[in-house]
């Protein structure tokens, strides 16, 4: 176990996010339930590996809460980069939930609250909406002075 994280570290430390994510989409693609889509606005920056790592899991959340739960037909993953931050928008066309019956006080949804501490850890604005039959949105900002750390 000790031997496959140290090589996950390694593979993100010599990737860019993009490069990375690119892989996981890929990999997601293949399996053919549903066509996973990404963009990035600019593909000059580079994050910290601690942020890479940590948006890549909840990117990773996201995606196998949306393939198990939400029997959905379509990811997106929009990354904005400006001079405020990263700004990490994911949704999907799936069935929806009720957020708070998952991270409300009854915290059903450890997944969900792994990425909103996970989002915590790293000083970003996590949000997350969803509602029956309309699909789930994420909204993730990490300021520009938090990226590098």
């Not at 910290?48 to 995606?63: A, C, H, V």
């Not at 949704?91 to 609250?113: H, M, Q």
Request: contains cysteine; positive net charge.
């Amino acid at each position: 176990m000790i031997q496959r994280k140290q090589s996950l570290w390694l593979f993100i430390a010599a990737d860019e996010l993009l490069a990375i994510l690119s892989r996981e989409c890929e990999r997601v693609n293949a399996l053919k339930v549903c066509k996973v889509e990404y963009s990035l606005n600019d593909t000059g920056f580079k994050l910290s590996n601690t942020i890479k790592n940590f948006i890549l899991r909840i990117i990773q959340e996201f995606m196998q809460n949306s393939l198990k739960h939400a029997d959905c037909k379509n990811i997106c993953l929009f990354f904005n980069y400006s001079d405020k931050g990263l700004t990490i928008s994911a949704s999907d066309d799936g069935s929806g939930f009720d957020v708070n019956r998952y991270i409300g006080e009854d915290k059903k949804g450890i997944g969900l609250l792994n990425m909103k501490k996970r989002a915590e850890l790293i000083g970003a604005d996590f949000s997350i909406r969803s509602s029956k039959n309309a699909g789930t949105v994420l909204q993730l900002f990490i300021p520009l002075n938090k990226l590098y750390a």
